[in-house]
């Protein structure tokens, strides 16, 4: 278990239980009393999100018995049974809506994520995630995308070199900006990517010229878009374009077969629906074994 993972479901427990604990349950569920209980799929989708589960569940209570029966990234039915879990019915209790919180956000946006990936399926393109993501959950994010058959941009600002318009203003330019942060890997032997980002062919010109390799279409239309990818497709060394803004379920696969290499989306993170799973009890018994 992560730090930052355990920190964050020890927040989200405090949250529901601070120090009065499940009062609910302690009025009207004896502390003996057992159960077993099933994590199933109310919908159709893509599970993600059991690595939290496993947390949640630990951090509740070590003596709570989880059995996992379906893995990140799985296709869920209707019905399908995700994993079971028995020992204290307090605790279960106690447990349960932080665990579903987290599963059925995270299931969603794997679901999400996969629906895209299917609409561009056939095509050279990957879909990617952003640095859109829910404050102090993108590692989370970032996994679910992955399951649902999407691949990670950078994690944030520390790992990968993204020059956006902003940094190109404050530099003097996209040639500028580029070689700076070109000749920047080079002086401190880091393995960081350096992506730039243009708003036309110009500047997506002028950024090959110096130097780049990795290059962000931003809001580009179609025709401008296969305009470009052209021009990167000329270069003598191989150029890796990626296309983001104003993406759509409905306009995904036209970008796809302009001949970029990813499409970048955030609203599969920032506006994914949650998947709707749910706890369903098997057995409950006053006291004993469950």
């Known amino acids: 278990m992560s730090e930052q993972l355990a920190a964050l479901v020890a927040l989200a427990l405090h949250e529901d239980l601070e120090d009065g604990g499940d009062v609910t349950a302690a009025a009207t569920i004896p502390s003996e009393a057992r159960a077993r209980a099933r994590f199933v799929a109310r919908d159709a989708g893509v599970l993600a999100g059991l690595e939290v589960v496993r947390t949640v569940v630990r951090m509740v209570d070590p003596d709570l018995a ?10 869920l039915e209707p ?11 307090r605790s279960i209790l106690a447990a349960e809506r932080v665990a579903l919180n987290f599963l059925c956000h995270l299931s969603g946006v794997a679901t999400l994520v996969a629906h895209y990936v299917e609409a561009i399926a056939g095509t050279r393109c990957v879909l990617r995630d952003t640095r859109k993501t829910t404050p102090g959950m993108r590692a989370l994010e970032k996994s679910a ?16 070199i993204l020059i956006k318009d902003n940094h190109v ?18 002086a401190t032997g880091r393995d960081l990517a350096v992506q730039v980002e243009v708003d036309d062919v110009d500047q997506l010109r ?16 179609l025709e401008r878009m296969r305009q470009a990818v052209v021009v990167c497709r000329e270069e003598r060394e191989y150029v890796y374009v990626e296309a983001s803004g104003r993406v759509s379920f409905d306009n995904v696969r036209d970008i796809a077969m302009t001949g970029v290499d990813a499409i970048a ?20 018994t006053a006291s004993g074994e469950d």
């Open 66 to 75: 989880l059995k996992e029966l379906a893995t990140d990234g799985d296709v």
């Open 79 to 89: 019905g399908t049974v995700v994993a079971e879990l028995a020992g204290s019915t």
């Open 145 to 160: 995308v992955v399951a649902g058959g999407g691949a990670n941009h950078r994690m944030g600002l520390y790992d990968g």
């Open 169 to 186: 203003a404050a530099a003097g330019g996209t040639f500028e900006a580029t070689r700076q942060a070109l000749a920047y890997v080079q």
């Open 206 to 221: 002028e950024a090959l010229s110096a130097g780049a390799r990795v290059v962000l279409l931003d809001n580009f239309d």
């Open 265 to 284: 989306v955030g609203a599969i993170t920032h506006s994914a629906p949650v998947l709707d799973l749910g706890l369903d009890w098997a057995v409950v």
